[in-house]
């Protein structure tokens, strides 16, 4: 347990989207004393990446030199005194996000000849390029003796490592023939700070494995060899090169190496935790409970909720992102649904309105300084000053009726190729209605997340709101509050990925024996709660109604 006569300090890093953030915590009581962002700049710049083909691709040295420079960062800002007490660190990526790798576990995109090949880096989670794939999937565990998706909400998503997988060595025969195996984001981060040199050596994530890869015990792992062989002659073989166990996140994946102890100003003996993904270790963080839906509020959103066994018993939740136990709290079950897109719905939005001034503003005469000034004041105030006008909108029957399938749907019932949606508009809609009209339905999109639950049997007691939209936009929780019709509260810490992930290098490297203790001692609890109110909540019943309407007309013609 923690000493008193001394400080001991973790690190939580998280991978997101856009950049990696590294956060210095002290293990006692979860002040984060140092943090720091360092942006992808390969991905900054969209390289790699087809977004009219939903391809999203990101390079491992994207996460390389950004995991070096994070982590220096925030321990420069913490103190390079704070270096010699860190105990522990672990990781949280986004996924599905697997490449593929030699047998020594180095991502293929590494080696000379694949360094500017796509197919050779890390498919990002919202890579939507394998949709036929997944239906392949989902047709064959149909009509199989076995039902491998019963513990993956009966659905197999494009965003998922088998879909990827499958796709990519289709239309890529020299990384067919080089790929020896498949690692996750979340696994290879440790990986590499352990120093691996063997991918048999490579502790697999749970969470990662039981999600998004149709691992369970009752299967023995992995579907059989013979189940991938009649999905293609491709796949043959490959199971035995990837893995069997699994391990939960306070697992140690072993220590930093001495090259990456060097690189990052940290000691040989410090524990690197076995990885999971964001949105899982983030529950941590927001100091998920029981029955309490945790939403982590991004780009995108994943919903996880923690159930006692003894609770849940035989239990098979239909059109989630699976059911897992020890995936989110080691010894519970973790469920998780989520919104392939909720974030990136407004950043569309945004983005739309901003073209007149990347296409004609920047274009005219103005002196150069005054269009960055502009630029600027436009990026920094355009959501929040759409926020302030579309909440003083009264309501109205004319109202747009918008669907948030912008990037397909995650949950209820994976579907990646049906589309976004804006219907009702008049001469009279102005932008403030079209973005009221977009926030309303990702909201409804929750809503559709929580009905499910309970209509399977999965009570919901309350919401956590994490993450930056959560944080930031008072306007969007009230909506989110008022289309739920239940109170949501709102984590205090800002970075909850990065603080659960340091509470689960606190328990690998023993300072805590079980994660709860470890949320317990280092959660940085609450600092606001949104209360639904009466009329708003009337009306926005009404209008949830005409978005499923409208979502049924949508997913049966399009």
């Known amino acids: 347990m923690l000493t008193k006569n001394r400080d001991e300090f973790v690190l939580g890093i998280d991978f997101g989207t856009d950049s990696v953030r590294a956060a210095v915590v002290n293990a006692a009581t979860g002040a984060m004393v140092g943090s720091h962002v ?8 969209l390289l790699f990446c087809d977004p009219s083909q939903n391809q999203f691709r990101q390079h491992p040295l994207d996460y390389v030199e950004s995991l070096e420079k994070a ?3 925030a321990l420069q800002e913490a103190g390079m005194t704070a270096a010699g007490l860190v105990r522990g660190v672990a990781v949280d990526t986004t996924g599905s996000t697997p490449a593929a790798v030699d047998a020594a576990g180095t991502p293929l995109a590494l080696h000379e000849g694949f360094a500017e090949n796509p197919n050779a880096m890390f498919i990002l989670w919202k890579d939507h390029t394998a949709i036929k794939e997944a239906q392949e999937i989902n047709e064959l565990c149909g009509r199989w003796s076995e039902n491998y998706l019963k513990y993956e909400g009966g659905i197999y998503s494009s965003e998922w490592f088998w879909a990827k997988i499958l796709r990519t060595i289709r239309v890529d025969k020299k990384v067919e023939h080089s790929a020896y195996s498949w690692v996750e984001h979340c696994d290879w981060i440790p990986y590499l700070l352990c120093g691996g040199s063997d991918i048999k050596t490579l502790k697999r994530s749970r969470c990662a494995a039981g ?3 149709m691992w369970h015990e009752e299967f023995g792992g992995l579907p059989p060899d013979d189940f991938l062989e009649t999905l293609d002659p491709k796949l043959k073989g490959l199971r035995d090169r990837l893995f069997t166990e699994t391990y939960t996140a306070d697992h140690a994946a072993g220590t930093l190496s001495a090259e990456w102890a060097s690189r990052l100003g940290l000691s040989t003996e410090v524990t690197v935790a076995v990885g999971a993904f964001d949105a899982h270790m983030g529950a941590v963080g927001g100091q998920i409970e029981p029955y309490h839906l945790s939403k982590v509020m991004g780009t995108s959103t994943c919903d996880m909720l923690v159930a006692p066994l003894e609770d849940f018993g035989s239990k098979l939740i239909k059109g989630i ?3 897992v136990e020890g995936s989110v709290i ?3 079950m973790g469920l998780e649904a989520g919104q392939s897109a909720f974030g990136d719905v407004y950043a569309w939005f945004g983005n739309v309105l ?3 001034f990347e296409h004609v503003v920047q274009k005219s005469t103005l002196p150069e300084h005054l269009k960055e000034v502009l630029k600027q004041d436009l990026s920094d105030r355009l959501i929040d000053e759409l926020s302030h006008h579309a909440a003083t909108l009264p309501p109205s029957k004319s109202d747009p009726i918008a669907i948030d399938w912008l990037n397909g749907r995650r949950t209820p019932d994976a579907n ?3 589309q976004g949606a804006i219907t009702g508009l008049n001469l009279g ?11 309303e339905s990702t909201c409804f999109g929750a809503r559709a997340i929580v009905d499910r639950f309970q209509e399977e049997g999965v009570k919901i007691e309350g919401i956590i709101g994490l993450g930056g939209v959560a944080k930031k936009s008072p306007y969007i929780m009230q909506t989110m509050a008022n289309a739920l019709n239940r109170p949501l509260k709102i984590a205090r810490s800002e970075q909850t990925c990065a603080l659960g992930a340091a509470m689960f290098a606190a328990t690998a490297a023993g300072i805590y024996p079980r994660v709860e203790e470890a949320m317990h001692a280092m959660g940085a609890g609450f600092d606001a709660e949104y209360h639904p109110l009466e009329p708003d909540v009337n009306d926005l019943a009404a209008k949830y109604r005409a978005y499923q309407t409208t979502g049924h007309f949508l997913e049966g013609t399009t």
């Open 429 to 439: 809609s102005q932008a403030p209605h079209i973005f009221r009209a977009l926030v």
């Open 321 to 323: 992102c699976g059911q």
């Open 330 to 332: 080691p010894g519970m």
């Open 38 to 45: 360092a942006h992808y700049p390969r991905w900054r710049d």
């Open 354 to 356: 901003k073209w007149p």
């Open 416 to 418: 990646q190729s049906l």
């Open 211 to 213: 999600h998004k890869a």
């Open 71 to 73: 982590t220096r960062g």
